[in-house]
């Protein structure tokens, strides 16, 4: 009965919204997608797209509580114009902001999480894999917004994907910016940031300037 009470909580208008927006009915009758009251609808295009077994509370955004912020004050953003493909369950916390440009996608691997105050911004292609997951405050974005030309007038910081693989954990206040691969059942430590593709499977990733910390590691949630 608790876990009933709860669900039809989550039923409120803004996932209502969602789910008829972006999926047929026959899909949005089921509410894949559960939207918190805390979450700002800003922009509502592009599509989302689920490659998986369709169910209720698939991806749940804007819910979760976390020691460290204000649930009551916080608010999640979602703002998409491009494409967000979900290929399993996801579940980002309260006070995430999520931003695709036209023709950009984003991709989120199936049981991903996503901690408290996040931002992900793609303008190109962010594309996270199987069971990883980003902790509080951290940043992930795939472009440097404004163009920087040289003396010809040419533009060289063009958007570049972004790939965090399988089963990677990045660490609390991290930033990874555009052309970053991050390999499988990586973790990078807390205040880094990922500016290239790392090399080497199940190794720690930290300090200034980013190096090798542990190598033949394992992690859990």
Known sequence: MNNLLKFLQRINLKTIRFN????PFKTAIRFPVLISNNVFLHQMKGRVILNTTVRTALVQIGFGKVGISDF?????????NGDVIFNGR??????????????AQLI?????????????????????????????DSLVMDTDF????????????QPKEVIIGDRV??????TVLKGAVIPNGCVVAA????????????CI?????????????????
């Open 20 to 23: 008829f927006a972006y999926f």
């Open 72 to 80: 009551k004050r916080s608010r999640a953003i979602w703002e998409v």
């Open 90 to 103: 996801a579940f980002i916390m309260h006070g995430c902001k999520l931003n695709v440009s036209e023709g």
């Open 108 to 136: 989120f691997g199936d049981d991903f999480n996503m901690s408290t105050e996040c931002a992900i911004i793609a303008a190109k292609r962010i594309q996270i894999g199987d069971h990883s997951g980003i902790s509080w």
């Open 146 to 157: 404004h163009h920087i030309a040289d003396e010809s007038g040419e533009i060289f910081n």
């Open 169 to 174: 954990w990045v660490g609390c206040r991290c």
């Open 191 to 202: 205040n880094s940031t990922v500016t290239k593709a790392l090399t080497g499977e199940k």
């Open 205 to 221: 990733f930290g300090g200034n300037p980013l190096r090798v910390l542990k190598s033949g590691i394992s992690w859990k949630y």
